[in-house]
């Protein structure tokens, strides 16, 4: 009998991603990279924009095998102009070239706008300025939105493969943008880090609710108008300013800065209960966190949520604020009904891993990397 020697074994896929250090992408590709790790892919992280601070450093010195290189490129919604947004591709496609990567991760599509890249592309989209400006402002895009809008679907246009992570972000992005098909949809996953001790003085009941406060999509002025309505105080982590100089001002609401992931966690299992009435939102990393630690919700009712969350929620209309103290206090005054939102919450989180996130991400990579797919990427 003819011995058969064993099949040699895949090379290793090599990836670029581009990740900032400036919102929730940053969780998110650290959590990704860490999964694709664990898939025997070999993780390059470029980041752009401001330079992590020492405890984003260090959460990425712990993911072991993940090589960060830190860019210092300009990035698509902070850029002064497009210029700045086409010199970050074509830098970013020579580092592709000197890393000998074979597949590279945008989380900024329009990075891809000029077509530097002569790998494949997946782009991940996360957020727009068109799909912001629709659910918060509404109207024409102004000049500052529009360049920008543009260079992103240029990026969709150039990439192999997109990914959305929720149905209805994705369907968003399809009728904005004119795509043929929606980008696939792959949920977010999120590590469920240990609880560190919690802040100092915290109530011993209060309502929670965290993020980018300084965003309007995210929609805080609300919360912070009800606040004295509702039978708890309301404490709040994160910046009230962002990058660019905006700033809300929250008088009625207790904020405790930024947070580590720790510190965070340790809020989450605190809290009687969390809530975002947010108009804007393509997934919702900080939910996902309050619900793994049974956090109960209160979400505004915007497809991204009722998608994602089910019948495990209490949902109000972003735009009224009655609602949501309805909601609020309909969870607090019946503690039976409270446990069994936290407990239906955790469980639905379950769904949302790094590992099942990583998974649907690599059969990502694998058809952009089809031998069909590429045949006809460069046709």
Known sequence: MRRLDPPAASP???????????????????????????????????????????????????????????????????????AAVLEAGTRLAALARAEGVGLVHLNSPALAAGGAFTVPVVAACHSC??????????????????????????????AGRLLAPSAAFAATTARLYGLAEPPRVVHNGRARPPAAQPPAALPERFVFAAGRLWDEGKNLGLLDGIAARLSLPVVTAGALAGPQGGAIALPNLRNLGSLDSGQMAAC???????????????????????????????????????????????????????????????????????????????????????????RATRDLYRAALSPQHCQEAHA
């Open 268 to 358: 989450f299992r605190a809290a009687s209960l969390f809530v975002s009435p947010a108009r804007y939102e393509p997934f919702g990393l900080a939910v996902l966190e309050a619900a793994q630690a049974g956090c109960p919700l209160v979400l505004s009712d915007i497809g991204s949520f009722r998608e994602i969350w089910g019948e495990t929620a209490e949902y109000a209309n972003p735009d009224d604020g009655s609602g949501f103290v309805a909601a609020i206090e309909r969870l607090l005054g019946d503690p039976a009904l409270l446990r069994r939102r936290g407990a239906a919450a955790a469980e639905r989180a379950q769904r949302y891993t790094p590992a099942a996130m990583a």
């Open 129 to 158: 300025v068109a799909s912001w400006w629709e659910a918060v402002r509404g109207g024409p895009l102004p000049a500052d939105l529009a360049w920008r809008s543009a260079l992103v679907a240029e990026g969709y246009r150039a």
């Open 12 to 82: 290793a896929l090599r990836l670029l991603m581009t990740a900032d250090a400036v919102g929730g992408v940053w969780s998110y590709a650290l959590d990704l990279a860490r999964g694709l790790i664990g898939e025997g892919v070999e993780v390059v992280l470029a980041v752009l924009g401001p330079a992590p601070g020492a405890r984003q450093r260090a959460e990425a010195a712990a993911i072991p095998g993940l090589r960060i290189v830190e860019t210092g490129l300009a990035l698509e919604w902070t850029a002064e102009d497009a």
